[in-house]
């Protein structure tokens, strides 16, 4: 089947669970080869089954910098080229919990997986794609980058600095023909928020519109689509994906 993912190559980080496995199963039922990287790798051959031609398992720990490398070398062996990047991996640390009661060490935990991990796959894969003239890079950011949600200090404040780098590598490479974009979900039912305190998810859904969470179909349709490369005049942009909670 002819589609706009056909014969392309993607990686996709925390690819095992939430948003990451639903998105590189919707860009693999579309004809992507796709490197399929997270740290628990039991876990990526327990959910991806059948397309072993155009799947490629690779375990990462995205905070590792020459771990990232090697894996994306070893895509790049595997299919000879990098197309898309989504990077999906990520933790909401502690919650519920003032400011003041953060622990640094949870602060750092969260901002080396949220952030550190994105830079170190775009650091990796900017080369392969600069080299073809051609990418896309998705970072998974969220609203409360946008927003800041009350409880989240970590978690918020890491997903603002990756909201602030897809502005920045935006800029950098828009004559490059790669598109560097950020998206930003609201609450969406995943088993990063399924594990959450209810309080805390409450307060997220209450500020919501439509009040109601997102769920993974719409999150991937439209990570599809900011990758695909009929999205070609828009880069260092956050899309909305937060049921009207934000609107700029």
Same mark, same amino acid.
């Given at each position: @089947?002819?589609? +706009? ?16 496995? *639903? ?77 003041? &009661? =953060? ?47 009350? +409880? ?9 600095? =990756?909201?602030?780098?897809?502005? *920045? ?31 805390? =998810?409450?307060? @997220?859904?209450?500020?919501?519109? @439509? ?10 349709? @439209?990570?599809?689509?900011? =990758?695909?490369? &009929? ?18």
């Amino acid at each position: @089947m002819q589609t +706009g993912f056909n014969a392309q190559v993607a990686i996709i980080t925390g690819a095992a669970s939430g948003l990451g496995l *639903v998105i590189a199963h919707k860009l693999l039922n579309e004809g992507a080869y796709v490197g399929l990287f997270d740290v628990n790798i039991e876990a990526l051959r327990e959910e991806f089954i059948g397309n072993p031609d155009k799947e490629e398992f690779v375990s990462v720990d995205v905070t590792d910098p020459a771990m990232v490398e090697k894996g994306v070398e070893q895509v790049v062996a595997r299919f000879g080229k990098i197309d898309i990047l989504i990077n999906c991996a990520g933790i909401t640390g502690a919650t519920n919990i003032k400011s003041h &009661e =953060v622990d640094p060490e949870n602060m750092r935990k969260v901002f080396e997986i949220n952030f550190m991990g994105s830079f170190n796959t775009s650091k990796a894969v900017l080369p392969h794609m600069l080299a073809n003239g051609y990418g896309r890079i998705l970072h998974i950011a969220s609203i409360a980058g946008k927003e800041g949600n009350a +409880g989240m200090l970590a978690y918020s404040a890491s997903k603002a600095a =990756v909201i602030g780098m897809a502005k *920045v590598q935006g800029k950098e490479y828009a004559e490059t023909g790669v598109s560097i974009n950020a998206l930003a979900p609201a609450v969406i039912r995943t088993p990063l928020v399924e594990a959450m305190p209810d309080t805390q =998810v409450q307060y @997220m859904t209450d500020k919501i519109p @439509m009040r109601r969470c997102g769920t993974l179909e719409e999150a991937a349709n @439209m990570a599809a689509f900011i =990758v695909s490369a &009929e999205n070609s005049f828009t880069t260092g942009f956050t899309f909305d994906l937060s049921g009207g909670r934000a609107t700029y």
